[in-house]
């Protein structure tokens, strides 16, 4: 695990130099340490830091909650995109933007201006109303794989029915939304880290911590789960409580990075894949493997898609997506060739 934090530290040392300004390795280290200013302060500590710091823990809270997904469903193929969460997220921060007004705007076909007291100008309205959204996704699965005992792969394709059914409620938004709410949700939507600020990182680096303490302290029983649900509960595993609860969390951090950063494919999919394939199936292990192979994803699709475009407009979602998707394939093949 020590090579995968080294990579990380060169990583963020490669991030902070490369872009549209070269910074070299000793303006970086002077900067870091407060003894450089002019441009080269300016564009460590108020460009580049904040999306290098965001990357990392948003891909870290992502490759968080697709393990745990993964891990208490029991379902190689379950992430928080797969399973309709990020979608649901989605939905909900649209409504929030457009019928709500979180996004700023006065009017729109959902609000008269007999209501506008009520608009909420605020990143957090967003928050709360992608967490209800990724919550509502994932009690939905919850309620299928318990009441209907349903195999990985329906819960695969139920996941698919449930993001089907969020991103038409999406589109339905924004056919009622002006032009502006229209952008704005849209801007929304593209995966990237560059629009955090400090206090945003803040909230999602608090949140994504107490699940990993949470997660860390229930590895046992996420290895027992592991073996199969009778067996666990054979060794005193609650497995329905930890199921919920579990679920819970991993919703929390998938919608607070949705809110933050919009929608993200495939990362939470892809980063505790590798992690198995580098650490095993022990949790002990493979929690913090797949939080940090989740930052070095993230944080290395960010900085390639500033490289390739040169202004940094190029969402980093696209580049997940490429990643991801050939993996969701494979593993999809291989489920239903068994």
Known sequence: MAWLFCALVMLIFWSIAVGSYDISLLEIVRSLLGFEGGPQKIV???????????????GCGLGLSGLASQSLLRNPLASPFTLGISQGAAFGAAFSIVAMGAGGIQQSAF?????????????????????LGAIT??????????LKKMSPEAIILAGVAL???FTSGTI????FATEVEIATVVFWTFGDVARSNWEEIGVLGFATALVIVYFACNRWNLNAIATGDDIAQGLGVEI??????GMFLAALVAALATAFHGVIAFLGLLAPHIGRRLAGADHGLL????????SLLLLAAD???RLLVGSGTLPVGVLTSFMGAPLFLYLLMKGLNR
């Open 287 to 294: 929690i913090p493997y797949s939080c940090l192979i989740g």
């Open 163 to 165: 993001s089907s059914l």
């Open 44 to 58: 460590v500590w108020g460009i580049r830091m904040p999306r290098i710091t965001a990357a990392i823990v948003a």
């Open 303 to 305: 900085t390639i898609g």
């Open 172 to 175: 339905l938004i924004q056919y």
């Open 111 to 131: 609000r008269t201006a007999d209501v506008n007291a009520f608009t909420i100008h605020s990143v957090y309205a967003v928050t709360v109303f992608a967490f």
């Open 137 to 146: 996704a994932t009690l939905i699965i919850l309620l299928l794989a318990r």
């Open 240 to 245: 329905s409580r930890l199921r919920l609860v």
